[in-house]
């Protein structure tokens, strides 16, 4: 395959952007984007030039680092795929390909294609995690958990924290990310105790955060590599809502 590429390069999120054109030859259908990529840069830096940064580290789906705007989509044309999971053999011969990074006010660019993605972090670290001492795996059958509950926590958890529904939608709202976040905690008895004191450590930081707000345009869920809904959504305005009417402030 030959492809011609428009890829966006900055140096730094100080720096203004711009597209700039390479010519991909011998591409095989089989390499995943990101190999192909890693040849794109190979010759590039046999040329002396500057090889385009960008983020990765699992390439099997699951570390939700390698996210990149493909042809305006968040992770390409193949849905419920990570960027690393998509194969050239989706693209045609002679395609042209335009790639960008994430664009999101909360999402500065690094360089090149790297985004800073901490604002999930410190939307974590404001109640993303169970503080009370959970002891020692106990026995699978020793704390009774409805089947429902446990396949829709196990769905809020397969979210890797990409970035994608940021990335996608025309609000840069963060509202996918951290309800399935709030959720597949809040939905286990494990995590209930602090169910209202984390969605709403939650909720504020996130709003704290250059992201927009969610007005129901479904374009996150849409893009989601692992088809987060957006059921996560309204359970967690619903547990905000329960939790402000019980008083509940963010702890400091
Ligand atoms: S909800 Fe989906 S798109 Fe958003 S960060 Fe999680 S895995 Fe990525
Ligand atoms: S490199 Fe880890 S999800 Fe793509």
Redesign the pocket.
Known sequence: MHLTLHVWRQADSGSDGRFERYEAADVDPDMSF?EMLDVVNERLQEDGGEPIAF?????????????MMIDGVAHGPLPGT????LHMRHFEDGDEITIEPWRSAAFPVLRDLIVDRSAFDRIIEAGGYISVNTGSAPDANEIPVPRADAESAFEAATC?G?GACVAQCPNGAAQLFTSAKVSHLGLLPQGHPERHDRVVGMVEQMEAEAFGSCSNHRECEAVC?KDIPIDFIARMNRDFLVAKLKGRHRRS
């Not at 990570?82 to 999971?85: A, I, L």
Request: charged share 20%; proline share 5%.
């Open positions: 990101l983020d990765h580290d699992c390439r099997e789906g699951i570390c939700g680092t390698c996210g990570t960027t690393c999971q890797i990409c590599p």
